[in-house]
């Protein structure tokens, strides 16, 4: 089993800057990737950025060049840079873990942290 904790939304002011943490705990030795999402009410979660257990990442276009996914010494905190934030920014942020298991690739998730970009 395994277990995601965001940390780290809050409201901030465009153009302003957050860094989202994600604490992994439990069974994560076959970890194949971690994942940040996000959702706003009423619409599908959208994926934001991935960094694999070798270090390569992907970032959506709608956050490249802004965010930053980091995972540093591999270690089990991944973490999100996000600077230049924008109103439409504004969404429930979601950890998200691939694990391979017996049984196959599973996927974790957090329970999700507010990012709330506002004047």
């Known amino acids: 089993q395994v277990h995601l904790v965001e940390s780290g939304g809050g409201l901030v002011q465009p153009g302003g800057s957050l860094r989202l943490s994600c604490a992994a705990s439990?069974?994560?030795?076959?970890?194949?990737?971690m994942a940040w999402y996000r959702q706003v009410p009423g619409r599908q979660r959208e994926w934001v950025a991935t960094?694999?257990?070798?270090?390569?990442?992907n970032y959506a276009d709608s956050v490249k060049g802004r965010f930053t996914v980091s995972r540093p010494n591999a270690k089990n905190t991944m973490y999100l840079q996000m600077n230049s934030l924008k109103p439409e920014d504004t969404a429930v942020y979601y950890c998200?873990?691939?694990?391979?298991?017996?049984?196959?690739?599973?996927?974790?998730w957090g329970q999700g942290t507010q990012v709330t970009v506002s004047s």
């Open positions: 439990g069974s994560i030795s076959s970890l194949l990737a």
């Open positions: 960094i694999t257990s070798g270090g390569s990442r």
């Open positions: 998200n873990a691939a694990i391979r298991e017996l049984e196959g690739v599973n996927d974790y």
